[in-house]
């Protein structure tokens, strides 16, 4: 794998945050079963929260490489999840989906546990470049330790969004903090 800044990005209550549309809207509007498909495209992302993407993508130089950790993953394709990214405006996520098996985080277990899905991914694919996730405190609930944990490789690499408000410009500097400091090659992400 690349040593491009990663991020982990979750799409409910950050990107998604369920008004008008929601992930289940764009599913229907993917087999095409919703009678505005392209609505629901335009509309499915919060229009800030999509500018402060943009902006964080834009200042690393489009060289942001970027892991699903949604449950979208789970319903969708990457090139179904990439189709939905071009059509709502966000091009440049879905030309930076990690490659191949990459692109997403493995389900880890049956019950959900965003951390440890990212922890497997870490364990399996990154071998050394700085890491950030991007999640809600909702699905992201697991990931709460890692903001107490001072010593968690992963501290100060954490953002979680509030519910109903999603990402936020104030977020956009910690992301980019975080997406510029290296994390080393070769840590046991399992024994976390």
């Not at 549309?21 to 087999?31: C, I, T």
């Not at 098996?101 to 959900?112: E, G, I, L, N, V």
């Not at 944990?149 to 980019?176: I, K, T």
């Amino acid at each position: 794998m690349t040593h491009r800044p990663i991020l982990f990005l979750d799409l409910d209550d950050v990107l998604c945050l369920n008004r008008p549309y929601g992930g289940f809207d764009v599913l229907h509007a993917l087999q095409g079963r919703h009678p505005e498909p392209e609505r629901v495209y335009r509309e499915v992302f919060d229009e800030d929260a999509r500018r402060h993407l943009k902006a964080l993508h834009a200042a690393l130089d489009g060289q942001l490489l970027y892991v699903i950790s949604s449950t979208w993953r789970e319903a969708m394709t990457r090139q179904q999840l990439a189709f939905v990214f071009e059509q709502a405006d966000l091009a440049e996520v879905a030309q930076s989906l990690a490659p191949g098996a990459h692109w997403c985080t493995p389900r880890s277990s049956m019950d959900p546990d965003r951390l440890s899905d990212i922890l497997a991914w870490l364990e399996a694919f990154h071998h050394g470049g700085p890491v950030a996730v991007l999640d809600d405190h909702h699905s992201g609930f697991s990931l709460r330790r890692v903001l107490d944990e001072s010593d968690h490789p992963l501290h100060g690499r954490v953002v979680l969004c509030q519910e109903w408000e999603g990402l936020q410009e104030a977020h956009v500097s910690f992301l980019l903090d975080a997406l510029r400091r290296p994390l080393p090659a070769g840590m046991r992400w399992s024994e976390l």
